[in-house]
Protein backbone atom coordinates (compact mmCIF):
# COMPACT_ATOMS: atom_id res chain seq x y z
CA UNK A 1 0.00 0.00 0.00
CA UNK A 2 1.33 3.39 -1.10
CA UNK A 3 -0.16 6.82 0.81
CA UNK A 4 1.27 10.22 1.67
CA UNK A 5 2.29 8.96 5.11
CA UNK A 6 4.89 7.22 3.41
CA UNK A 7 6.58 9.90 3.04
CA UNK A 8 6.01 12.11 5.89
CA UNK A 9 5.52 15.81 4.55
CA UNK A 10 3.82 16.92 1.70
CA UNK A 11 6.92 18.07 0.31
CA UNK A 12 10.03 16.08 -1.05
CA UNK A 13 13.54 17.48 -1.24
CA UNK A 14 14.88 16.35 -4.83
CA UNK A 15 18.79 15.93 -4.80
CA UNK A 16 20.21 16.47 -8.56
CA UNK A 17 22.38 13.40 -9.15
CA UNK A 18 22.72 13.10 -12.76
CA UNK A 19 26.00 11.33 -13.88
CA UNK A 20 25.95 10.55 -17.65
CA UNK A 21 28.67 11.61 -20.17
CA UNK A 22 27.87 14.72 -22.28
CA UNK A 23 28.72 14.63 -26.26
CA UNK A 24 32.28 16.18 -25.59
CA UNK A 25 33.70 13.10 -23.34
CA UNK A 26 33.03 14.75 -20.30
CA UNK A 27 31.18 12.81 -17.28
CA UNK A 28 28.85 14.94 -14.57
CA UNK A 29 28.80 13.77 -11.54
CA UNK A 30 25.84 16.37 -9.97
CA UNK A 31 26.15 15.04 -6.23
CA UNK A 32 29.46 15.53 -6.13
CA UNK A 33 29.71 19.31 -7.93
CA UNK A 34 26.78 20.56 -5.39
CA UNK A 35 28.55 18.75 -2.65
CA UNK A 36 26.09 16.86 -1.89
CA UNK A 37 27.71 13.64 -1.40
CA UNK A 38 29.75 15.39 1.15
CA UNK A 39 26.93 17.27 3.12
CA UNK A 40 24.52 14.69 2.89
CA UNK A 41 23.84 14.82 7.15
CA UNK A 42 23.79 18.62 7.05
CA UNK A 43 21.41 18.71 3.86
CA UNK A 44 19.17 16.45 5.36
CA UNK A 45 18.89 18.34 8.50
CA UNK A 46 18.40 21.86 6.75
CA UNK A 47 15.19 19.52 5.09
CA UNK A 48 13.68 18.68 8.60
CA UNK A 49 14.35 22.13 9.78
CA UNK A 50 12.24 23.38 6.67
CA UNK A 51 9.65 20.71 7.52
CA UNK A 52 10.55 18.31 4.43
CA UNK A 53 10.75 14.60 5.17
CA UNK A 54 11.33 13.00 2.13
CA UNK A 55 13.71 13.04 -0.73
CA UNK A 56 14.83 11.69 -3.90
CA UNK A 57 18.14 10.77 -3.64
CA UNK A 58 20.59 8.92 -6.45
CA UNK A 59 23.13 5.89 -6.59
CA UNK A 60 26.06 6.31 -8.75
CA UNK A 61 26.18 2.91 -10.52
CA UNK A 62 29.67 4.42 -12.21
CA UNK A 63 31.23 4.74 -9.08
CA UNK A 64 29.60 1.98 -7.29
CA UNK A 65 30.34 -0.98 -10.29
CA UNK A 66 33.66 1.22 -11.78
CA UNK A 67 34.98 -2.67 -11.28
CA UNK A 68 32.87 -5.57 -13.08
CA UNK A 69 30.79 -7.42 -10.75
CA UNK A 70 32.59 -5.97 -7.93
CA UNK A 71 30.60 -3.21 -5.68
CA UNK A 72 31.85 -0.09 -3.70
CA UNK A 73 29.15 1.08 -1.80
CA UNK A 74 31.25 3.93 -0.06
CA UNK A 75 29.86 6.65 -2.23
CA UNK A 76 26.43 5.97 -0.96
CA UNK A 77 26.87 5.09 2.55
CA UNK A 78 27.19 8.39 3.92
CA UNK A 79 23.64 9.16 2.42
CA UNK A 80 22.04 6.14 3.60
CA UNK A 81 22.96 6.32 7.33
CA UNK A 82 22.31 10.32 7.34
CA UNK A 83 18.69 9.82 6.30
CA UNK A 84 18.29 7.09 8.58
CA UNK A 85 19.71 9.00 11.15
CA UNK A 86 17.44 12.22 10.74
CA UNK A 87 14.20 10.32 9.22
CA UNK A 88 13.98 11.13 5.75
CA UNK A 89 12.46 8.47 3.79
CA UNK A 90 14.21 8.52 0.55
CA UNK A 91 13.39 7.43 -3.18
CA UNK A 92 16.25 6.52 -4.85
CA UNK A 93 17.01 6.70 -8.30
CA UNK A 94 19.33 3.73 -9.39
CA UNK A 95 20.17 4.95 -13.01
CA UNK A 96 20.10 8.66 -13.41
CA UNK A 97 21.34 8.61 -16.93
CA UNK A 98 24.99 7.12 -15.94
CA UNK A 99 26.20 4.04 -16.36
CA UNK A 100 29.71 2.33 -15.80
CA UNK A 101 32.44 2.46 -18.38
CA UNK A 102 32.72 -1.22 -19.12
CA UNK A 103 28.51 -1.59 -20.18
CA UNK A 104 27.69 -1.58 -23.71
CA UNK A 105 24.41 0.36 -23.14
CA UNK A 106 22.68 -1.78 -26.92
CA UNK A 107 23.85 -4.79 -25.41
CA UNK A 108 22.03 -7.38 -23.16
CA UNK A 109 24.78 -6.97 -20.72
CA UNK A 110 23.65 -3.84 -19.59
CA UNK A 111 20.66 -5.24 -18.85
CA UNK A 112 21.65 -8.34 -16.87
CA UNK A 113 24.19 -6.05 -14.76
CA UNK A 114 22.00 -3.47 -14.09
CA UNK A 115 19.55 -6.52 -13.00
CA UNK A 116 22.90 -7.44 -10.26
CA UNK A 117 23.33 -3.95 -9.07
CA UNK A 118 19.68 -3.03 -8.48
CA UNK A 119 19.48 -6.47 -6.45
CA UNK A 120 22.39 -5.79 -4.64
CA UNK A 121 21.79 -2.06 -4.37
CA UNK A 122 18.11 -2.96 -2.67
CA UNK A 123 19.48 -5.54 -0.45
CA UNK A 124 21.96 -2.74 0.97
CA UNK A 125 19.29 -0.31 1.58
CA UNK A 126 16.85 -3.33 3.24
CA UNK A 127 19.95 -4.06 5.50
CA UNK A 128 20.89 -0.38 6.07
CA UNK A 129 17.22 1.05 6.56
CA UNK A 130 15.57 -1.72 8.26
CA UNK A 131 13.11 -1.06 5.39
CA UNK A 132 11.66 -1.96 2.46
CA UNK A 133 13.08 0.89 -0.43
CA UNK A 134 11.40 3.19 -2.92
CA UNK A 135 12.86 3.33 -6.08
CA UNK A 136 12.63 4.59 -9.32
CA UNK A 137 15.39 1.91 -11.32
CA UNK A 138 15.61 4.11 -14.52
CA UNK A 139 15.14 8.09 -14.72
CA UNK A 140 13.40 9.69 -17.30
CA UNK A 141 13.34 6.96 -19.61
CA UNK A 142 11.81 9.30 -22.61
CA UNK A 143 13.91 12.06 -21.86
CA UNK A 144 17.19 10.19 -21.77
CA UNK A 145 15.99 8.20 -25.36
CA UNK A 146 15.44 11.56 -26.57
CA UNK A 147 18.67 13.39 -25.46
CA UNK A 148 20.75 10.32 -26.14
CA UNK A 149 19.20 8.65 -28.74
CA UNK A 150 17.94 11.37 -31.05
CA UNK A 151 19.85 14.34 -30.21
CA UNK A 152 23.21 13.18 -29.32
CA UNK A 153 23.45 15.48 -26.43
CA UNK A 154 24.05 12.98 -23.66
CA UNK A 155 25.19 9.48 -23.68
CA UNK A 156 24.89 7.31 -25.61
CA UNK A 157 25.28 10.40 -27.62
CA UNK A 158 23.51 8.86 -30.95
CA UNK A 159 21.06 10.11 -33.54
CA UNK A 160 18.41 7.95 -35.06
CA UNK A 161 18.47 5.34 -32.56
CA UNK A 162 16.09 7.15 -29.69
CA UNK A 163 13.16 4.25 -30.16
CA UNK A 164 15.34 1.61 -29.79
CA UNK A 165 17.24 3.29 -26.87
CA UNK A 166 13.84 3.43 -25.32
CA UNK A 167 12.73 -0.40 -25.68
CA UNK A 168 16.34 -1.07 -23.73
CA UNK A 169 15.70 1.27 -21.20
CA UNK A 170 12.58 -0.15 -20.56
CA UNK A 171 13.73 -3.79 -20.74
CA UNK A 172 16.49 -2.79 -18.25
CA UNK A 173 13.98 -1.47 -16.15
CA UNK A 174 11.25 -3.85 -15.71
CA UNK A 175 14.34 -6.44 -15.97
CA UNK A 176 15.69 -4.47 -12.42
CA UNK A 177 11.88 -4.25 -10.69
CA UNK A 178 12.06 -8.03 -10.55
CA UNK A 179 15.73 -8.25 -9.54
CA UNK A 180 15.00 -5.80 -6.29
CA UNK A 181 11.27 -7.89 -5.40
CA UNK A 182 13.85 -10.78 -5.20
CA UNK A 183 15.40 -9.67 -2.38
CA UNK A 184 13.50 -6.83 -1.24
CA UNK A 185 9.50 -8.24 -1.82
CA UNK A 186 8.02 -5.00 -0.52
CA UNK A 187 9.69 -2.60 -2.38
CA UNK A 188 7.76 0.04 -4.40
CA UNK A 189 8.41 1.95 -7.45
CA UNK A 190 7.96 4.89 -9.47
CA UNK A 191 8.39 6.31 -12.45
CA UNK A 192 9.78 10.16 -13.13
CA UNK A 193 8.65 11.13 -16.85
CA UNK A 194 8.24 14.22 -18.68
CA UNK A 195 3.90 15.28 -18.73
CA UNK A 196 3.93 17.69 -21.51
CA UNK A 197 1.57 19.31 -23.80
CA UNK A 198 2.03 19.92 -27.25
CA UNK A 199 0.10 22.31 -28.73
CA UNK A 200 -0.33 22.39 -33.07
CA UNK A 201 1.97 25.19 -34.81
CA UNK A 202 -1.20 25.45 -37.20
CA UNK A 203 -4.85 25.14 -37.77
CA UNK A 204 -4.20 22.20 -40.64
CA UNK A 205 -5.79 19.14 -39.73
CA UNK A 206 -1.80 17.39 -40.37
CA UNK A 207 -0.82 20.01 -37.71
CA UNK A 208 -3.31 18.86 -35.31
CA UNK A 209 -2.58 15.13 -36.13
CA UNK A 210 1.01 15.57 -35.44
CA UNK A 211 0.77 17.18 -32.06
CA UNK A 212 -1.64 15.12 -30.60
CA UNK A 213 0.61 12.28 -31.85
CA UNK A 214 3.34 13.89 -30.33
CA UNK A 215 1.83 14.49 -26.93
CA UNK A 216 0.23 11.10 -26.63
CA UNK A 217 3.79 9.79 -26.85
CA UNK A 218 4.70 11.28 -23.67
CA UNK A 219 2.36 7.83 -22.24
CA UNK A 220 4.62 5.22 -24.22
CA UNK A 221 7.56 4.40 -22.04
CA UNK A 222 5.09 3.97 -19.24
CA UNK A 223 2.39 1.94 -21.03
CA UNK A 224 6.08 -0.49 -22.26
CA UNK A 225 6.58 -0.77 -18.43
CA UNK A 226 3.23 -2.37 -17.12
CA UNK A 227 3.00 -4.14 -20.11
CA UNK A 228 0.44 -2.07 -21.85
CA UNK A 229 2.00 -1.88 -25.20
CA UNK A 230 5.13 -4.09 -26.52
CA UNK A 231 5.14 -6.76 -23.64
CA UNK A 232 7.79 -8.33 -25.50
CA UNK A 233 9.63 -6.30 -23.82
CA UNK A 234 8.95 -7.63 -20.31
CA UNK A 235 6.83 -4.51 -18.72
CA UNK A 236 5.22 -5.93 -16.05
CA UNK A 237 2.61 -4.48 -13.37
CA UNK A 238 5.22 -5.14 -10.44
CA UNK A 239 6.59 -2.31 -12.28
CA UNK A 240 4.62 0.81 -11.01
CA UNK A 241 2.87 1.33 -8.06
CA UNK A 242 3.07 5.66 -8.33
CA UNK A 243 3.22 7.80 -11.03
CA UNK A 244 6.02 9.92 -11.41
CA UNK A 245 5.52 13.23 -13.36
CA UNK A 246 8.22 15.85 -14.01
CA UNK A 247 6.83 19.70 -14.58
CA UNK A 248 8.75 22.43 -15.92
CA UNK A 249 7.88 26.04 -17.31
CA UNK A 250 8.81 24.36 -20.50
CA UNK A 251 6.97 21.93 -20.90
CA UNK A 252 4.49 22.98 -23.01
CA UNK A 253 5.23 23.96 -26.68
CA UNK A 254 3.63 24.60 -30.15
CA UNK A 255 5.08 21.21 -32.47
CA UNK A 256 8.69 22.64 -34.08
CA UNK A 257 8.41 26.02 -32.43
CA UNK A 258 8.48 27.69 -29.43
CA UNK A 259 6.99 27.35 -25.44
CA UNK A 260 3.58 28.08 -24.56
CA UNK A 261 3.50 31.06 -21.95
CA UNK A 262 1.39 30.73 -19.49
CA UNK A 263 -2.04 32.17 -19.35
CA UNK A 264 -2.16 31.79 -23.46
CA UNK A 265 -4.88 30.17 -24.69
CA UNK A 266 -3.21 27.18 -25.74
CA UNK A 267 -1.42 26.36 -22.48
CA UNK A 268 -2.99 23.12 -20.82
CA UNK A 269 -3.88 23.47 -16.72
CA UNK A 270 -1.20 21.12 -14.87
CA UNK A 271 -4.64 19.76 -13.04
CA UNK A 272 -6.32 18.72 -16.40
CA UNK A 273 -2.55 16.88 -17.07
CA UNK A 274 -2.90 15.24 -13.80
CA UNK A 275 -6.65 14.20 -14.23
CA UNK A 276 -5.57 12.73 -17.45
CA UNK A 277 -2.69 10.73 -16.27
CA UNK A 278 -4.90 9.19 -13.09
CA UNK A 279 -7.59 8.20 -15.33
CA UNK A 280 -4.99 6.48 -17.66
CA UNK A 281 -3.41 4.93 -14.78
CA UNK A 282 -5.39 4.48 -11.94
CA UNK A 283 -2.29 4.71 -9.48
CA UNK A 284 -1.39 7.60 -7.40
CA UNK A 285 -0.09 10.25 -8.48
CA UNK A 286 3.77 12.34 -7.47
CA UNK A 287 4.90 15.37 -9.03
CA UNK A 288 8.53 13.65 -8.96
CA UNK A 289 10.43 16.85 -10.21
CA UNK A 290 9.24 20.70 -10.42
CA UNK A 291 10.51 24.23 -10.19
CA UNK A 292 11.89 27.28 -11.57
CA UNK A 293 15.00 29.92 -11.36
CA UNK A 294 15.27 32.60 -9.56
CA UNK A 295 12.86 35.17 -9.25
CA UNK A 296 10.10 32.57 -10.52
CA UNK A 297 10.86 29.88 -8.22
CA UNK A 298 8.18 30.88 -5.35
CA UNK A 299 5.15 32.19 -8.62
CA UNK A 300 6.21 28.67 -10.16
CA UNK A 301 5.81 26.80 -7.05
CA UNK A 302 2.38 28.56 -6.14
CA UNK A 303 1.29 27.86 -9.84
CA UNK A 304 1.91 23.68 -9.42
CA UNK A 305 0.61 23.84 -5.49
CA UNK A 306 -2.89 25.67 -6.78
CA UNK A 307 -3.21 23.00 -9.85
CA UNK A 308 -2.51 20.03 -7.24
CA UNK A 309 -4.84 21.70 -4.81
CA UNK A 310 -7.65 21.47 -7.76
CA UNK A 311 -6.31 17.58 -8.94
CA UNK A 312 -7.26 16.70 -5.63
CA UNK A 313 -10.79 18.52 -5.61
CA UNK A 314 -11.82 15.92 -8.81
CA UNK A 315 -10.22 12.87 -6.62
CA UNK A 316 -6.53 12.49 -8.15
CA UNK A 317 -4.78 11.15 -5.25
CA UNK A 318 -1.62 13.62 -5.60
CA UNK A 319 1.22 12.30 -2.70
CA UNK A 320 3.36 15.16 -2.68
CA UNK A 321 5.36 17.50 -4.76
CA UNK A 322 9.19 17.37 -4.91
CA UNK A 323 11.11 20.51 -5.27
CA UNK A 324 13.94 19.22 -7.63
CA UNK A 325 16.21 20.36 -7.65
CA UNK A 326 16.38 20.93 -4.06
CA UNK A 327 20.03 22.74 -4.15
CA UNK A 328 21.15 25.17 -6.56
CA UNK A 329 23.44 23.43 -9.08
CA UNK A 330 26.50 24.35 -11.84
CA UNK A 331 24.60 23.64 -15.52
CA UNK A 332 25.23 20.40 -17.52
CA UNK A 333 26.73 22.49 -20.41
CA UNK A 334 28.55 25.83 -19.11
CA UNK A 335 28.70 25.56 -14.98
CA UNK A 336 26.89 28.26 -14.49
CA UNK A 337 25.16 28.37 -11.20
CA UNK A 338 21.37 27.68 -11.65
CA UNK A 339 19.52 29.28 -9.35
CA UNK A 340 16.83 26.83 -8.85
CA UNK A 341 16.90 25.40 -5.12
CA UNK A 342 15.70 25.74 -2.00
CA UNK A 343 18.98 25.69 -0.85
CA UNK A 344 22.40 27.70 -2.14
CA UNK A 345 25.74 26.76 -1.94
CA UNK A 346 27.22 25.75 1.25
CA UNK A 347 28.56 28.12 3.87
CA UNK A 348 30.60 27.72 6.94
CA UNK A 349 30.05 24.20 8.75
CA UNK A 350 28.46 22.73 5.13
CA UNK A 351 25.23 25.19 6.31
CA UNK A 352 23.63 26.40 3.47
CA UNK A 353 20.91 29.82 2.76
CA UNK A 354 17.74 29.29 2.30
CA UNK A 355 15.85 30.87 0.03
CA UNK A 356 13.18 32.21 1.95
CA UNK A 357 10.17 33.69 -0.35
CA UNK A 358 10.52 29.95 -1.49
CA UNK A 359 10.15 28.52 1.62
CA UNK A 360 7.44 30.84 2.62
CA UNK A 361 5.60 29.34 -0.59
CA UNK A 362 6.20 25.56 0.84
CA UNK A 363 4.81 26.98 4.14
CA UNK A 364 1.77 29.19 2.29
CA UNK A 365 0.38 25.22 1.11
CA UNK A 366 1.10 22.90 4.16
CA UNK A 367 -2.60 22.26 3.81
CA UNK A 368 -2.03 20.34 1.13
CA UNK A 369 -0.96 17.73 3.20
CA UNK A 370 -4.17 16.46 4.90
CA UNK A 371 -6.15 16.77 1.78
CA UNK A 372 -3.67 14.36 0.10
CA UNK A 373 -4.00 11.86 3.05
CA UNK A 374 -7.47 11.46 2.74
CA UNK A 375 -7.00 9.58 -0.86
CA UNK A 376 -7.36 6.03 -0.91
CA UNK A 377 -3.72 4.28 -1.48
CA UNK A 378 -3.26 1.94 -4.45
CA UNK A 379 -2.51 -1.77 -3.41
Not at 12 to 34: I, N, P, Q, V, Y
Request: hydrophobic share 40%; glycine share 10%; net charge negative.
Amino acid sequence: MISSDDFGSFFLGGFECSSHKRADGRRLDLLRTTFHDALATQDYQQLRQCGISAARDGFRWHLIESTPGQYDWSSVLPALDAARANGIRVIWDLCHYGYPDHVDIWSQDFIDSFCRFSREAARLVRERTGRSGIYCPINEISYWAWAGGDMAQINPCVTGRGAELKHQLVRAGAASAKAIREVDPGAKFLTAEPVIHVAPGGPEPEAEWAAENYRISQYEAVDFLIGRNEPQLGGHDGCLDIIGLNFYPANQWYLGGSTIPMGHHDYRPLSRMLVETYERYRRPILITETGAEGSAAAPWLHYVCAEVEDALAEGVPVLGICLYPILDYPGWENDRMCEVGLFGAPGPGGVRKVHERLLAEIRRHDHLAPAAQKMVAYA
